[in-house]
């Protein structure tokens, strides 16, 4: 019963919830509800891993700051095997 | 000429698993399979496919994969052992779960033109960097700080905090990679789709996705089995998951 409630809770959060968009990009990551609560955001229902932000401001204000979600590059890291360092050895079952 | 060992992973009745090796074999060829038997070891005695390995690991015998942390080490120690014994040089391990099909024959060549091209040590799908992220299986490792003291002790990177996810099935190994991997152990019950990626990184190995043309034909929820034939039309090279291997198309192709 409690996962079958889950998942219209999240069901609903997806077609209702506010659009999250890339502040890097401008892609649209999903919707989702972003609700605060004891000092945390909570988001639900967002299926993208996303990660959080504050977003630079053009206008110096004391009062207000905005939370942005953006996502990791495409893994895209170099071989590094010629560069390991000589003390890590293989690590033998453990 | 690729020398590409594809491991079928399974569970399945004997039957089954003989069924699907006959679809494989009539698409790959049959000097370049093995089956990797997660199911029980009665059965196991009874696939009469000779190319087979069992996987007696607890770890991949999980029912909650992702909250029990199903583990693929077993697999890759038997197979990176059984490799060793095996006559033949095997320059790259593809490893597939049994609702995995292949759709090209020559799936393996495009795989190693891919990892050529991008200088690749791994390819995988859907291979995302997943640290400081909402990802689900990123946050429930990171409340164990024994993950981190983990990637902290193995890693050659400048970065030990860096965590990627992949789905396991459909990866394809240059054979020091595979072996590299095969000789580590989880710190504590980690999923694989978190754990293998994330060794290989701090490993020193290069890690690419095979991007968005061909991850779409690899999902992980649902059964795709309708899908085979127009996803084939729609240039795919392999298709998941397909839970029903079809049955005009296993007699076709093993005619």
């Known amino acids: ?94 | 000429m690729e020398n590409v060992l594809n491991v079928v992973l399974s569970h399945q009745s004997p039957r089954e698993v003989d069924r699907l090796v006959a679809y494989w074999k009539s698409v790959i060829g049959d000097n370049r399979l093995l089956v990797a038997y997660g199911g029980p070891r009665k059965s196991f005695g009874e696939i009469e496919f000779k190319s087979k390995v069992f996987v007696d690991d607890s770890g991949l015998r999980t029912r909650d994969h992702q909250r029990e942390g199903q583990s693929y080490t077993g697999v890759f120690r038997e197979v990176s052992n059984l490799i060793r014994r095996r006559p033949g040089p095997v320059d790259f391990v593809a490893l597939f779960e049994y609702d995995h099909l292949p759709l090209v024959q020559d799936l393996n060549a495009r795989q190693v033109e891919r990892m050529h091209s991008d200088q690749a040590d791994v390819i995988a799908h859907h291979l995302a960097r997943v640290d400081g992220t909402s990802h689900p299986h990123y946050l429930y490792y990171a409340a164990n700080t024994e993950f981190a003291r983990f990637l902290e002790k193995v890693s050659v990177r400048i970065n030990p905090e860096i965590v990627l996810s992949m789905f396991g099935t459909g990866s394809c190994w240059k054979r020091e990679a595979f072996d590299a991997v095969s000789g580590f152990n989880e710190p504590f019950a980690i999923y694989f789709e978190i754990f293998l990626p994330t060794l290989a990184h701090h490993l020193g190995f290069r890690l690419r996705d095979y991007a968005a043309a061909q991850d779409t034909f690899v999902s992980n929820l649902g059964d795709r089995s309708a899908e085979v034939s127009s996803a084939r039309d729609r240039g795919a090279w392999s298709l998941h998951p397909v839970k029903r291997l079809p049955e005009q198309l296993s007699s076709v192709r093993t005619a």
């Not at chain 1, 609903?12 to 999250?20: C, N, P, S």
């Open chain 1, 1 to 94: 019963m409690r996962r079958i409630l889950r998942s219209i809770g999240v069901s609903f959060a997806r077609l209702f919830g506010t659009k999250i968009v890339d502040v890097e990009s401008g892609r649209t990551l999903g919707k989702a509800f972003a609700i605060s609560w004891r000092g945390k955001v909570h988001l639900i229902g967002l299926e993208t891993a996303v990660r959080p932000t504050f977003l630079p401001q053009e206008r110096l204000t004391y009062w207000k700051q905005e939370i942005g979600f953006t996502t990791h590059q495409p893994p895209d890291f170099p071989n590094e095997r010629s560069t390991r360092p000589g003390n890590v050895e293989q690590q033998e079952s453990n």
